[in-house]
Nanobody
Framework: QVQLVESGGGLVQPGGSLRLTCVAS????????MGWYRQAPGKQRELVAT???????NYADSVKGRFTISRDSAKNTVYLEMNNLNPEDTGVYYC?????????WGQGTQVTVSS
């Protein structure tokens, strides 16, 4: 089993920045990929960004150029640096990990972009 704990969410004004952190614990050996997803009220959960164990990244078109995902494998931690936030980025942000064929989710952290 893998446990994921997210932190770093909050309320920020449009144009502001936040940094989300996800720490994995438990059976972290051979976690192949980690990523961030978000869910806005009344909408389906959607991919934000992913990063593989080799460092390859993938981003949703809506966040390219504004968000950066990074990973510290030694600390079993993945980060999401979010810049130039806008109200459409509001939602609960979830961390996801893939280990072998199993997926694990964190509890989520709320991000609210509002003036």
């Amino acid at each position: 089993q893998v446990q994921l704990v997210e932190s770093g969410g909050g309320l920020v004004q449009p144009g502001g920045s936040l940094r989300l952190t996800c720490v994995a614990s438990g059976s972290t050996f051979r976690i192949n990929a980690m990523g961030w997803y978000r869910q806005a009220p009344g909408k389906q959960r959607e991919l934000v960004a992913t990063i593989t164990s080799g460092g390859s990244t993938n981003y949703a078109d809506s966040v390219k150029g504004r968000f950066t995902i990074s990973r510290d494998s030694a600390k079993n931690t993945v980060y999401l640096e979010m810049n130039n936030l806008n109200p459409e980025d509001t939602g609960v942000y979830y961390c996801k990990a893939l280990r072998y064929a199993d997926y694990y989710w964190g509890q989520g952290t709320q991000v609210t972009v509002s003036s």
